[in-house]
């Protein structure tokens, strides 16, 4: 196959639209099958419903708004939004971490390391050395983020549990460049 010439920057707000589509197909894609309930119809309703829409729009919406840690992959022949991570900084019991909050490569696109550059680009806007990320046990993400060197914690996550559509989805918490301890 051949490789996408694309380009990471920062998002522009009229790309709202754009990204809240690459998240929903992404997310769609990736959970397929992977636990009870996970058939691509009901992920499609899901993302679809009304309160998820206004609920991502808003995310998306206050990401785009802070600009930073945020960026967006884009086809270099259309500028058509093709990926989107964020990185965010936050305070844990072991100090300040960059954590990926959110990282989704439309599907065509998967393994063309879109998603690597993305990781680079979200976390070389912070310093932190430690970066975390919440991963969904099942997914093909797992493996995506053990690539990149990142290892899973002891630390316990509750479930995303979506009962309207029976659906449980277990999540691990996974690390980088985890400081020595003092
Ligand atoms: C996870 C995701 C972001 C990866 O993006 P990507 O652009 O396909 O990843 P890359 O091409 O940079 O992958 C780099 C390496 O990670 C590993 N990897 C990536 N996807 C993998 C998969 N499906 N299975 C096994 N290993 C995988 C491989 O080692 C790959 O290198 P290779 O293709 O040379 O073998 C993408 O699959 C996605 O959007 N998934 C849905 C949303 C999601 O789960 N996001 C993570 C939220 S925590």
Redesign the pocket.
Known sequence: MTHANVLIARPQTEELRDILKVHQL??V???VGTSPGTTEHALTALVNAPRAIKNKTEYWRHAIGRNIGIHVARLAVNNMVI?V?EGIAIATDEGMVTK?A??????E???????????GAATADFTYPTQL????AA???V??????GFKQTERKLPPISIPQYDISIPLIEMRRNVAPLA
């Open positions: 992404a997310f894609a990736a959970h990926g991570g990926i959110s990282l989704y490569i439309q599907p696109f998967w393994r063309q390391r879109i998603g690597s550059r993305l990781v990320v919440e991963v969904a997914t093909n993400a493996a995506f983020w053990d690539g990149l």
